[in-house]
């Protein structure tokens, strides 16, 4: 109810009702590798794709003496047999991924008992993909998921320029890696597609670059520009990312009023037998981010890291600009452990001006295990930060409680996409 108060003398309720309202509350999942129907093959879903997730397939190369090259010789069905084989009967499935599975199926109705994969096959065969995404988002209470998209994709860009028509359960993202990681070749394919650049960076090319971005964000009505940044991120510097973030990026998300979405730390394939899953990480500086912050106080920009030993300096940082959002425990961040350590400090120095956790889900049923687990601990970590509210004597209403909750699984990131800076 929303007018009960809630004391030091009712921490029980108080407790309950924050698991209530975390449980109840449709989020908005700011930062995902998902895709509307439309967009055919790139949208997974399915016990075969949960299976070959890139976390499970790195565990599954150290508990298996298959080697790589007969690994990635096998059909998908194939690899999911085998990751099955390895990581759930031949071991128990205790890590966070593997552990994931098994809520998603749980949930869905399905029986983790059963151990039998082709029934959970039959099960998802007959799902037809959009009546699919209702039925997840119904299970994990999402209200939308934005999409990381980017036209360098070829499997991608195509369907942006056939018109695509949008999907109110999505929304996009614009993805700018290879412009800023890798220019010397992003450089060449703009060429290709009639963009008047050089290598060199000279004015005209940063136009050009800046009309790329522009038709992008039109074409995709993005709701920011996103990178992922190696551990060498260093702005100011004398580089073609600098130029490209200081001359191009960033006047453009200010025409746009978007914010620029930095996820800093990640190290590309320390081993690529691994394929995909063969990413790693490294400790970063916070200084570009504070750097950026504070050179540009008319730009927004959102904001994660991948090391832990990272997190402390960012939300620091993140107290002493309003520019600045601080969203999500990425990738290897995203374990129960790490997320409630980070999840408490956060909103120690912050309070309730944070996005606390994006999924990253790449196939639609992960929403359900990631939000699941997340939304348990934000609520263990927020009761403990009520209840210690209240024993100062303090009175909490429920709404209020509410109000913090929306705000802190999707409120915050939509004020925040929008919000004029003055
Ligand atoms: O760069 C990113 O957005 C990363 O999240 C992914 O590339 C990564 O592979 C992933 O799926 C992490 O969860
Ligand atoms: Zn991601």
Redesign the pocket.
Known sequence: MSNTIYTQYNTLELCEAVENIVRETPITDM?T?LYAPDFGELLLFGIDELLTY??LIAEFFRMSETSYDDFWALDKTAQADAIWQCLFIENSPISEACRGVLTVLDQLGLDPTSRDLNAYRAYFAAQDPSDFIDTVYETANLASTVM?NDPFDDLERPIWESGYEGDSRFHAAL?I?PLLNDWTHSCERLKGWGYDVEPGLNERTLAEIRRFLDEWMCRMNALYM?V?LPPEFAFPEDSPRAKIIEHCILPVARKHNKPFAM?IG?TRQVNPRLR?AG?SLGKSSVAPVEALCAKFPQNKFMVTMLTREDQHELTVTTRKFRNLLLFGC??FL?NPSLIEEMTRMRIELLGPSIMPQHS?A?VLDQVIYKWSHSRHIIAKVLCDKYTDLVETGWEVQHGEMKRDIERMLGGNFWRFVDLELS
Request: charged share 30%.
């Open positions: 930062h590798h890139h976390y990381t993805r890696d996103a992922s996820m990640v995909l990413d990425w990738w995203n990253d790449r």
